[in-house]
T-cell receptor
Framework: QKEVEQNSGPLSVPEGAIASLNCTYSDRGSQSFFWYRQYSGKSPELIMFIYSNGDKEDGRFTAQLNKASQYVSLLIRDSQPSDSATYLCAVPAYSGAGSYQLTFGKGTKLSVIP | SAVISQKPSRDICQRGTSLTIQCQVDSQVTMMFWYRQQPGQSLTLIATANQGSEATYESGFVIDKFPISRPNLTFSTLTVSNMSPEDSSIYLC?????????????FGPGTRLTVL
């Protein structure tokens, strides 16, 4: 069973600080990694993806990937109360018969305190 | 991004009954996915629905319990059969984005199901 592990939190940061969300995965062959944001009572929405080792920046969001350590993280700079949500890490995992499925971690709940 | 609607948005059902959830997309898509999100848990893929073929179910999910229809490229239904309280979950459909990766998915608003 392929696993994606996240600290469930809650992670509380003050407004304006950097929020750091972490994810580890068990399948060393994984090539792509996705971060979804889910507001309470809403459906998940894709905010970042990363395929290569290193950093990928998009506005206030930076995804960091270290395939050797099987570790992917999401940094949110200048955190805002509107960033308060659950952040889900997702990794494609082989599910048999030549197909892959998107395997989600349980998510980290982030609270940005004004 | 695709616009996805689901019906019903929520329902309360009795044990032993069945509920059919509809998913409508505003554009034609080859693949549609059905997920379950149990309280406090992450998303688990139930099945992949391709138009013109049988749905592909993930381990732990069977067609008799979760029959799926995919009559055209913009619509799918998921039925939750012979429900028990353990089926209380949010059920979401999703479709791939336009990037070409099936993993960049757009989700519908979800159907919140409570089974008494």
């Amino acid at each position: 069973q392929k696993e994606v592990e996240q600290n469930s939190g809650p992670l509380s940061v003050p407004e304006g600080a950097i929020a750091s969300l972490n994810c580890t995965y068990s399948d060393r062959g994984s090539q792509s990694f996705f971060w979804y944001r889910q507001y309470s009572g809403k459906s998940p929405e894709l905010i970042m993806f990363i395929y290569s080792n290193g950093d990928k920046e998009d506005g206030r969001f930076t995804a960091q990937l270290n395939k050797a350590s099987q570790y992917v993280s999401l940094l949110i700079r200048d955190s805002q109360p509107s960033d308060s949500a659950t952040y889900l890490c997702a990794v494609p995992a082989y599910s048999g018969a030549g197909s892959y499925q998107l395997t989600f971690g349980k998510g980290t709940k982030l609270s940005v305190i004004p | 991004s695709a616009v996805i609607s689901q019906k019903p948005s929520r329902d309360i059902c009795q044990r032993g009954t069945s509920l059919t959830i509809q998913c409508q997309v505003d554009s034609q898509v080859t693949m549609m996915f059905w997920y379950r999100q149990q309280p406090g848990q992450s998303l688990t893929l139930i099945a992949t629905a391709n138009q013109g073929s049988e749905a592909t179910y993930e381990s732990g999910f069977v067609i008799d319990k979760f029959p799926i229809s995919r009559p055209n490229l913009t619509f799918s239904t998921l039925t939750v059969s012979n429900m028990s309280p353990e089926d209380s979950s949010i059920y979401l459909c999703s479709v791939p984005g336009t990037s070409g990766s099936i993993y960049e998915q757009f989700f519908g608003p979800g159907t919140r199901l409570t089974v008494l």
